[in-house]
């Protein structure tokens, strides 16, 4: 079942690819950004935003899932697409990560980790097939295996326990994925710490195992960006070319384009609508902060030139109150225009890769983030 | 200029009547209900919502907007309509009422109140004047005077001297709108608490000084239904047929359809938006509350003959889910769901004055909020 192959890759610009995996939900154009909706909803966004922006899949995290309102209520309901109406392409993580980053963490082995519930108290057992389980009861179009992942700077050998045990977790977790539906997908996680020897031997043992995709987990967890970058570049060459890569947790713009550049396919990250919950909006000038004053009576838009209604319409003015007086329309729109962007950006880069001009688009953009904000009136 | 009128009245049932109200930014239709954008935003929904769930006009908080982004402010911007988006025609409040709840009172007298500023501190003086010249500022296109609020239950000389106070405020507030641009409107105030006297007493004098349309203020303060209904008996009668009236800050739809009856035109109230937020919606079968666990495996929508998309598509389930979640999309819906029924009340509510129907929608209508929300599955 894991030896089919959903994805299609179209072209190739340098390491730099695109293409399409085919879900039962529908397709998804790559290189894909994935908005995070946490709880089966998007903070801020009506799905059909989410869908209008651009967005070709969504991700769900099957920690908060599992604990409220529960993946037997979920799957009982239709499932994920079906319970939240987004009803397009969904991937769930496994709910490993926060487990260990949200809740009271008790016990970690080799079986499973138990942990307390952050909601109502109650001690949970989540194990790498009890997480399939849970992303099959949620609908999960792609699902990940639980790893473990450690946060940077730690020790050597403490990362490579972690990785030597997410390798076993996904031996694991093929097999429990064995009966999913057709067209449905597993993806493995390559951790490995900021140790390259570590990176390689994950990536080397999971392409091995085999599966539908690979995620690069265990980044963008306090690192330097340079040292991210260096662990793709051992690990991209490794894994097998016809495979979508998924960099997980990442990030800013300025992540993906470099990510993209060396041969990444898919993102996720919550910081479109954290930041603009927080008044900031990502443009082509960069990240601007509608708190600041000189927006204040500023009758121009954030980008006059924005395919984006909201970000080419709504004054900097009229932002800049919205946020200041902490009105929920605030962090609406800038979630929007947020989301918005990064579609925006994701969509100019496959075109550039089809024309074979991502080079040139990854310098304008540099360029123009570099050069920043248009100048006060 | 304020001999003009801006309202024609189209048909009657009984007291109830149905018309249209021409202002500068276009025409509304009564009975109307005017959804509250205190700070010039809609809580929790886009201005595209409001318009489309079928509001005529929305309400400004001249308070809320005078001292943040400032009257000045927004008039260099292109006005209120301008600076929102809202586009549509937007009645402002006094300021009155909200300086006496929400800030630091310091001083009521007759010049003026001055009070400290809830949002920075600062000393900040509104006369009748002033407030009619922060609303044309504020590009309204109707103002409000500004008038002294009494809460109930109070002393009867504390009522009427805040009532004789509010005429002789109504009287400067006409000679300070005085050349205002053409076609705007400026309302009376009728005061005098839960005093039947002191209610004629306001509404006689105001029809003789002249308004383009008569509120009645100082109900739905905390007195019973019943006597803000007497109280609307008192005065309708009195103010000219001719002219809209308003009951200021009201109310359920119980409340809206018993003063329709009465012959009121206008209203605006937080409620919506408010319960909205606090997990509470408006339907045909009453107010539900979506925290109920009875809610939480129901894939059935709120009301499945809605003609709002979001009231009859989205399940119980999910806004349970999302309510119980404290996801935003969960107040966002609801505010939404809310403002539409609201609007579809109101709706029917014309269009049976029109037929000749109302008492029947009437009765029909609080049958069915007697009846109660569907049966749980």
Not at 78 to 92: A, E, I, K, R, V
Not at 337 to 346: K, R, S, W
Request: with cysteine; glycine share 10%.
């Amino acid at each position: 079942m894991i030896s089919a192959n959903h994805f299609e890759l179209l072209s190739s610009d340098g390491p730099a690819r695109t293409g399409r995996l085919i879900t039962p939900h529908g397709v998804v154009r790559t290189p894909a950004f994935m908005p995070v909706g946490t709880a089966g909803a998007m903070k801020g966004l009506h799905w059909r935003d989410v869908r209008d922006a651009g967005a070709d899949i969504v991700l769900g995290n099957t920690y908060h899932l599992m604990l409220r309102p529960g993946a037997e209520r979920i799957a009982a309901l239709g499932g994920l697409q079906s319970f939240t109406g987004w009803n397009g392409p969904m991937l769930t993580d496994s709910g490993g990560f926060q487990v260990m980053s949200l809740s009271e963490l008790r016990k970690i082995d080799e079986r499973a980790v138990t942990f307390r519930s952050h909601i109502d108290g109650a001690m949970v057992e989540l194990s790498p097939e009890r997480s399939i389980e849970v992303q099959r009861l949620l609908g999960a179009d792609i699902a990940m295996q639980m790893d473990e992942c450690v946060r940077l700077p730690a020790d050597g050998s403490d990362i490579e326990r972690a990785m030597q045990l997410s390798l076993r977790w996904a031996e694991r977790s093929k097999l429990a994925f064995e009966g999913a539906p057709p067209g449905n997908m597993l993806f493995g996680i390559v951790q490995g710490g900021d140790v390259p020897r570590l990176r390689r031997e994950s990536a080397n043992n999971l392409a091995a195992i085999g599966f539908h995709g690979y995620a690069i987990g265990g980044l963008a967890v306090g690192e330097p960006q340079p040292v991210m970058l260096a662990m793709i570049e051992e690990v991209a060459p490794i894994l097998p070319l016809d495979r979508p890569r998924y960099l997980m947790g990442v990030g800013t713009p300025n992540d993906i384009l470099e990510a993209v550049a060396r041969g990444v396919d898919m993102f996720d990250c919550v910081m479109p609508t954290r930041n603009g919950r927080h008044g900031v909006a990502f443009t082509r000038f960069g990240q601007i902060n509608l708190r600041n004053a000189r927006h204040a009576d500023d009758p121009r838009p954030l980008d006059e030139e924005s395919p984006w209604p909201a970000t080419r319409s709504y004054s900097r003015a009229y932002l800049h109150h919205l946020v200041r007086s902490g009105e929920t329309l605030g962090a609406m729109l800038l979630s929007e225009i947020n989301v918005a962007y990064y579609q925006q950006l994701m969509a100019d880069i496959r075109q550039s890769i089809l024309q074979g001009t991502f080079a040139e688009l990854r310098q304008r953009t540099r360029a123009g983030w570099a050069k920043g904000d248009i100048a006060p009136r």
